[in-house]
């Protein structure tokens, strides 16, 4: 199974809302990102989680915060959002490696979430 | 900071060529290279991935190359079909150990029947 799913597929919310955006894998990858990907533009890398400890943050506003409560799973939840976060939130997930010799790093994404904020 | 263009922007060709993407980035000391497609409005879907000590990978009718010292990368696509239109990213990774990954410009092809 190489498979990362996302829900949902969908989300539109008003400014003031709070949400959740959700990400799941069985594949036993223990490193997860979060990508953010305007129309017509290569995806933004926002978080990486590395053995379910928040490894990278790429200076995103604290209205979206990252949550990894088990290997599986990665959330993302959104409060306070502006308009200008509209955009397809992508999921990803890869294997780290033990030893040197196993370190592919190759990155499965998910089908996103079209979020519309109004 | 790594940059990582991708030229032509767009390309459009008629079923059966074979065509070449070009990618380009600004800092060498890389981990590996992904190539992936994407179709409007979806996910990414990995494509071939080359490792640094790689020089390149191949998948059916698409082959990767790379050239660290040069900083680039090309994806050859023998005889295109009309299911090849996509955009097409490469993500370069870092040598750091949670790797961080750059995308390039995409390069949106259409293959015409």
């Known amino acids: 199974d190489t498979e990362v799913t996302q829900t949902p597929k969908h989300l539109v919310m008003g400014m003031t809302n709070k949400k959740s955006l959700k990400c799941e894998q069985h594949?036993?990858?223990?490193?997860m990102y979060w990508y953010k990907q305007k129309a017509k533009k290569p995806p933004e890398l926002m978080f990486v989680?590395?053995?379910?400890?928040?490894?990278i943050n790429e200076s995103v506003p604290s209205r979206f915060s990252p949550e990894c409560p088990n290997s599986s799973l990665l959330n993302l939840h959104l409060h306070a959002l502006q308009p200008e976060d509209s955009a397809l939130y992508l999921c990803?997930?890869?294997?780290?490696?033990?030893?040197?010799?196993?370190?592919?790093?190759?990155?499965?994404f998910g089908p996103g979430t079209r979020l519309t904020v109004t | 900071k790594q940059e990582v263009t991708q030229i032509p922007a767009a390309l459009s060709v008629p079923e059966g060529e074979n065509l070449v993407l070009n990618c380009s980035f600004t800092?060498?000391?890389?981990?590996?290279l992904q190539w992936f497609r994407q179709d409007p409005g979806k996910g990414l879907t990995s494509l071939l991935l080359?490792?640094?000590?790689?020089r390149e990978q191949t998948s059916g009718r698409l082959n990767a190359s790379l050239d660290k010292s040069s900083g680039r990368s090309t994806l050859y696509i023998a005889a295109s079909q009309p299911g090849d239109s996509a955009t097409y990213l490469c993500?370069?990774?870092?040598?750091?150990?949670?790797?961080?990954?750059?995308f390039g410009t995409g390069t949106k092809l259409q293959v015409i029947p």
């Open positions: 800092d060498s000391a890389i981990y590996n």
């Open positions: 080359i490792q640094s000590s790689q």
């Open positions: 989680y590395s053995y379910e400890k928040l490894s």
């Open positions: 993500a370069v990774g870092d040598s750091g150990g949670y790797q961080k990954v750059t």
């Open positions: 990803a997930s890869s294997q780290r490696g033990q030893g040197v010799e196993v370190r592919t790093y190759e990155q499965y």
């Open positions: 594949m036993g990858h223990r490193a």
